[in-house]
C-alpha cells in the first residue's frame, strides 16, 4: 500500500478541516469567521486539540458543502453535488435565511454519532498500533 493511500485512509476530521480551508486557500482567521468561531478555536481543531462542534460542522455543510461523512470518515467526495446538497438539506429540516435548522432530536442524534465516531477512531488507532508493530517485528 502506497504511503499517500495509506495517509488518506487514516487522516483525522482533525487533518481534513485542515484540507478544506486550504481548498478554499483561506487563512485559519477567515475561515474561523465564516465557521462561527474565533481564531484560537479553529486552530485547536487543526491542530486536534477539540473536536468539531455542531456548529461547526452546520456552518461548513451550509456555507461550503461540505459533506459531513467525508469529514469524518474519508469516505466519498469532500464537496457535495447540487442534488447532494438538496437532498442533505431535505433530510435535516432545510434552510432558513442561509442557516440550518437543527431539531433537538437531531441534534441528540448528532452527539449520539460523534460519540459512535470517537470510538471508532480510538479502535482504529489501537489496530493501527498494531499495525505499526506487526510492521516493526517484519521489519517492513
Given at each position: 500500500m502506497s504511503y499517500w493511500l495509506f495517509y488518506y485512509l487514516y487522516m483525522t476530521e482533525n487533518e481534513r478541516i485542515k484540507m478544506i480551508r486550504n481548498h478554499f486557500n483561506l487563512t485559519q482567521e477567515k475561515f474561523s469567521e465564516e465557521l462561527g468561531i474565533q481564531q484560537g478555536s479553529y486552530s485547536d481543531i487543526e491542530r486536534g486539540k477539540s473536536g468539531i462542534s455542531t456548529i461547526v460542522l452546520r456552518n461548513l455543510?451550509?456555507?461550503?458543502?461540505?459533506?459531513?461523512?467525508?469529514?469524518?470518515?474519508?469516505?466519498?467526495?469532500?464537496?457535495?453535488?447540487?442534488?447532494?446538497?438538496?437532498?442533505?438539506?431535505?433530510?435535516?429540516?432545510?434552510?432558513?435565511?442561509?442557516?440550518?435548522?437543527?431539531?433537538?432530536n437531531a441534534e441528540t442524534e448528532i452527539g449520539q454519532l460523534?460519540?459512535?465516531?470517537?470510538?471508532?477512531?480510538?479502535?482504529?488507532k489501537e489496530k493501527d498500533g498494531l499495525i505499526n508493530r506487526l510492521l516493526i517485528k517484519l521489519n517492513l
Open positions: 455543510v451550509v456555507k461550503y458543502r461540505i459533506n459531513p461523512i467525508w469529514l469524518y470518515e474519508g469516505t466519498g467526495n469532500m464537496l457535495f453535488s447540487e442534488l447532494e446538497f438538496t437532498s442533505f438539506n431535505n433530510i435535516n429540516t432545510g434552510i432558513n435565511h442561509g442557516e440550518m435548522k437543527v431539531s433537538k460523534h460519540k459512535q465516531l470517537d470510538f471508532l477512531y480510538e479502535q482504529i
